[in-house]
């Protein structure tokens, strides 16, 4: 039934018409504030549940693209309108959705000032995100794929802490640089290909020299936006910086952006330039793990602790990746899934103490469970899913991406796994140090219980990583044909770790 009504287009542009509401609420400066709360909050809600079809109507069974548009922009250029979706996209679509409800919701009480613009700013990260995503012209993509950075700009920029301007410019300046190069490349492709169609794009071979280049183009972009060691550097600082529920959707969606691009575009069309810098992109992608895992264990802040706990979780993901393997690609995928539910979930338990006590410095901490037993449960839940223990989704995506990395190397199986110890060390001890021992701080004995508005955005996050990780073929099976699909198109190449495999 809905394929005959545009779905994509709906619930891609849907928040904008939000947008246009927010501009033509009038009133004084506190019912404008709480209006906009409102009216943000109805739009992104009702958004979510118009994404829920895509997820009914699927066919996981089905090769190819589904929920098609298709329309002419650019007569006469092969560039034109053109959306769908397929088991790779679709759930990082529904992440979206889901996650931006949430944020705003988090966002509740923690912003006080310009609240109609910070909400003008989230319902148009939501459109960009969305679009980016169902996006199968390569123009719109990138499009999209750029658009994003404004409305976190003004997000970070704005809304953050004190050293919220240097922060916002580095992550603006730092995703800028790579995507000019990777739309140079895809200027590249348009000229060879004479279109920017993505399932033509596929089919289409690329020479072997071109795609080295190619696939180095695309790696400054994506590698940025992963992001992968050593151009991380932008991410704490934008982390630590942003309000809570900007770094929810930093952390929860924005950070897959590099790893859809991988699957998208880097593996289906530079196979063999894949092939060939794989090696580098393990060797990047361990010290990321290794390094970063280090450096969290010597933070301070919890929040910064969290914000490199997200650089060596992706590492797990671009090591899955270019197993270029079921399980790895499988594996990475689901990573980036609960990633994107169990980092959001964590940087939202840092600003539920944040908003009580207005600091972030673990020593400021301790005895917090015995003041708040409920958010004891979930933080700890939430931690543990994020070192992988049995029975959360994190544990999925990291032993099928493990599993990947063996069939590719030993090695790589071995030095992957070592983030697994580092990680439980610095969660464990983030937890300890916050929630256990004597309370030195009158503020923290202070502090007021979780309030129903948090509780409601914990439930469903715990809902879906405690599903995932009891039943993962929910969500496997979405992505199953799309992986193969891609598989596929690999040993079409003639791959040798394939062939090995």
């Not at 090769?63 to 034109?80: D, N, P």
């Not at 952006?257 to 880097?266: E, Q």
């Amino acid at each position: 039934m809905i394929d005959n009504w545009p779905i994509l287009s709906i619930v891609t542009f849907l928040p904008l018409a939000g947008v246009l509401f927010l501009l033509m609420i009038k009133g004084d400066e506190k019912a404008l504030a709480q209006n906009s709360r409102f009216v943000a909050m109805w739009v992104s809600g009702f958004t979510f549940l118009v994404s829920l079809p895509l997820l009914i109507g699927f066919d996981s069974s089905v090769t190819g693209y589904q929920f098609e548009e298709k329309a002419v922009w650019l007569a006469g250029t092969g560039i034109g309108y053109h959306m769908g979706v397929d088991g790779i996209s679709m759930p990082f679509v529904l992440l979206s959705t889901l996650l931006t409800p949430l944020s705003i919701l988090a966002s509740w009480r923690a912003i006080t000032h310009r609240v109609r613009e910070y909400m003008i700013a989230f319902l148009v990260l939501e459109t960009m995100m969305v679009g980016m995503f169902v996006s199968l012209d390569m123009l719109m993509f990138y499009l999209f794929f750029e658009a994003v950075l404004i409305p976190m700009f003004l997000i970070i920029g704005i809304w953050g802490g004190p050293r919220r301007v240097y922060a916002a410019f580095k992550f603006f300046l730092y995703t800028l640089l790579g995507s000019v190069l990777m739309l140079v490349c895809m200027l590249v492709m348009y000229i060879d290909a004479g279109t920017t169609d993505i399932p033509a794009l596929t089919a289409h071979e690329f020479a072997e020299s071109m795609q080295t280049w190619l696939f180095l183009g695309f790696l400054a972009s994506f590698a940025v936006k992963v992001p992968m060691w050593p151009v991380h550097t932008w991410l704490p600082d934008a982390h630590v910086e942003a309000p809570t529920a900007g770094s929810m959707i930093l952390a929860g969606v924005l950070l897959k952006m590099g790893g859809y691009g991988f699957l998208r575009f880097s593996l289906p069309m530079f196979p063999l330039a894949s092939e060939f810098f794989a090696p580098l992109i393990f060797t990047l992608s361990i010290i990321a793990v290794i390094y970063t895992s280090l450096v969290a264990l010597a933070q301070s802040d919890m929040k910064k602790m969290i914000a490199y706990s997200s650089v060596a979780h992706m590492g797990f993901v671009t090591i899955g990746i270019f197993t270029m393997t079921e399980q790895g690609i499988a594996g990475a995928m689901f990573q980036m899934i609960s990633h994107g539910l169990v980092s959001a979930a964590l940087f939202f338990c840092v600003g539920v103490v944040y908003d009580r006590l207005h600091t972030r410095e673990i020593s400021a901490y301790g005895g917090v469970a015995a003041v708040m037993p409920r958010y004891a449960v979930f933080f700890m839940f939430m931690m543990l899913a994020s070192v992988g223990l049995p029975g959360t989704s994190g544990f999925v995506g990291e032993m099928l991406v493990l599993v990947g990395a063996w069939h590719a190397s030993s090695w790589v199986a071995f030095f992957t796994a070592t983030g697994l110890v580092l990680g439980a060390t610095y969660m464990l001890w983030l937890y300890r140090r916050v929630m256990f021992g004597a309370i030195v701080n009158d503020q923290v004995k202070a502090m007021e219980p979780m309030q129903m508005r948090e509780f409601s955005i914990f439930l469903p996050l715990t809902f879906l990583v405690l599903l995932f990780g009891v039943y993962p073929m929910a969500l496997l099976d979405v992505m199953a044909v799309s992986i193969q699909f891609v598989l596929d198109g690999l040993s079409a190449s003639g791959l040798s770790l394939l062939a090995a495999n």
